[in-house]
């Protein structure tokens, strides 16, 4: 997330917006080359 100048804040909010309250509920996240964010939660 350094190299890619992501912080935490940013990808909570990602998390969040898409359903997830922790990161403990992610799969993976994927910095879109637009600099959107793409959540994978888990099932």
Known sequence: ???ER???DEAISA???NGGKSVED????ILESD???S???RR
Request: proline share 0%.
């Open 26 to 29: 992610v799969e993976f996240l």
């Open 35 to 37: 600099g959107t964010i």
């Open 39 to 41: 959540v994978s939660l």
């Open 15 to 17: 998390i969040r917006s």
């Open 6 to 8: 992501i912080t935490r």
């Open 1 to 3: 997330m350094h190299r």
